[in-house]
């Protein structure tokens, strides 16, 4: 078992749409997880940073933690075509700095 | 702009050839990473600098090697490639090593024939 799975999409919306992207991941240790946005030919860039369980909000974009489930997400709210990117979502545990990724879920987002 | 340069942007070798991967980071952070990116795999991580000495070999080949002269610059030597090891190779930067928010360069995309 992958310790972070995510659908790889992609994942094709209308303009407007909200964008619910989710992740899963298996270690119940896990306390940092974060979401990062890679636009074509270029690294990721970190889009939303949460500690624990509960949601947290950044503008259109809302990262949310449910450790009970083991279950992280980010709803992209009004969607943009320049919101058309892979999203990886990332976490990482208490005893390692180590940040582990998902393989990204492709979004496009149609004018 | 992320601070983080990498060159070159494309890199196409054969196997007998020998290159480098160069980094950059503009940012004063004092850990940088080289990590791995196939095609709809995670991101795997390669190695790990803090202030110069390395912390994390992640069972990279040897073919792979390293180089950190100082905080700023971080180098990926590579030389007798495979052709599974095409990919995009990406450096990053954080403030410290425990530091979760990473800065990412644009990657090297390496094909090797």
């Known amino acids: 078992q992958k310790e972070v799975e995510q659908d790889p999409g992609p994942l094709s919306v209308p303009e407007g749409a909200i964008v619910s992207l989710n992740c899963t991941y298996s270690n119940s240790a896990f306390q940092y997880f974060m979401w990062y946005r890679q636009y074509s030919r270029k690294g990721p860039e970190l889009l939303m940073y949460?500690?624990?369980?509960g949601n947290k909000e950044d503008g259109r974009f809302t990262a949310q933690v449910d450790k009970s489930s083991k279950y992280i997400s980010l709803f992209i709210r009004d969607s943009q075509p320049s919101d058309s990117a892979t999203y990886l979502c990332?976490?990482?545990?208490?005893?390692?700095?180590?940040?582990?990724f998902g393989s990204g879920t492709r979004l496009l987002v149609r004018p | 702009e992320t601070g983080v340069t990498q060159t070159p942007r494309h890199l196409v070798m054969g196997m007998t050839n020998k290159k480098s991967l160069k980094c950059e980071q503009h940012?004063?952070?004092?850990?940088m990473y080289w990590y791995k990116q196939s095609a709809k795999k995670p991101l795997e991580l390669m190695f790990v600098?803090?202030?110069?000495?390395?912390?994390e070999n992640n069972s990279v080949p040897s073919r792979f090697s390293p180089e950190c002269p100082n905080s700023s610059h971080l180098f990926l030597h590579l030389h007798t490639l495979q052709p599974e090891d095409s990919a995009l190779y990406l450096c990053?930067?954080?403030?410290?090593?425990?530091?979760?928010?990473?800065?990412f360069g644009s990657g090297t995309q390496l094909s090797v024939l």
């Open positions: 990053a930067s954080s403030l410290e090593e425990s530091n979760e928010k990473l800065f």
């Open positions: 990332a976490t990482q545990g208490d005893s390692s700095y180590k940040l582990i």
């Open positions: 600098y803090n202030f110069k000495e390395q912390t």
């Open positions: 949460t500690y624990s369980s």
């Open positions: 940012l004063g952070h004092n850990a």
